[in-house]
């Protein structure tokens, strides 16, 4: 009987896919939740990973950035669009080489465009996390109103455990003295 279990445990860890999805978009709050996620999840089992890796980028559509401009918005698109790209770009490097400087192998690094709620989301579902990891910019609630939040949006309707990631404030130098 004992060995049984201990079958069935030896196969649901290795049938089973444990999937960590991380989202990130050009703050340093995200990639220290990227971080924080490589340090929690991957870098203890660097020879064994118990999870694997989704880095995702919400790419916004560049309409969204433009908001309701003039009629002259139609030239500024195209501008728009390659500025949107370079930041992806710049996302995918840097999220590559953090996760290089760990060790730790990205299974999959996807950029989609639109609302960053939704793509959350979605990724989460499609990939069938078992935790999904964004940064906190700390917005206070006044902001929040009229910014939205992607992660208390997400903390409310993911359908798997959300890991929202604070960055520590610096820390004044005179309280560095003591």
Do not use: W
């Not at 559509?61 to 698109?77: E, M, Q, Y």
């Not at 069938?128 to 929040?144: D, E, F, M, N």
Request: proline share 4%.
């Amino acid at each position: 009987m004992i060995i049984k279990k201990t079958k069935k445990k030896i196969e649901m860890a290795s049938g089973s896919e444990r999937v960590v999805v991380v989202g990130v978009d050009d703050s340093t709050h995200s990639y220290h939740a990227l971080e924080t996620a490589l340090d929690l999840f991957f870098t203890p089992f660097k020879s064994n990973p118990q999870f694997k890796l989704v880095v995702l980028h919400a790419r916004l559509p560049a309409t969204s950035v433009l908001g309701f401009a003039g009629p002259g918005t139609v030239d500024i698109i195209p501008l728009v669009e390659q500025d949107l790209d370079k930041t992806a770009d710049l996302v995918k490097k840097k999220c590559t080489d953090v996760c290089s400087a760990k060790s730790v192998e990205i299974t999959s690094l996807e950029v989609i465009e639109g609302d960053p709620r939704n793509i959350m989301l979605e990724a989460a579902e499609r990939h069938h996390a078992s935790v999904l990891v964004l940064g906190s910019h700390g917005y206070g609630a006044i902001k929040r109103v009229f910014l939205g939040s992607v992660s208390d949006y997400l903390a409310h309707h993911a359908h798997c455990s959300v890991m929202i990631v604070k960055k520590p404030k610096a820390k004044h130098a005179s309280n560095n003295k003591h």
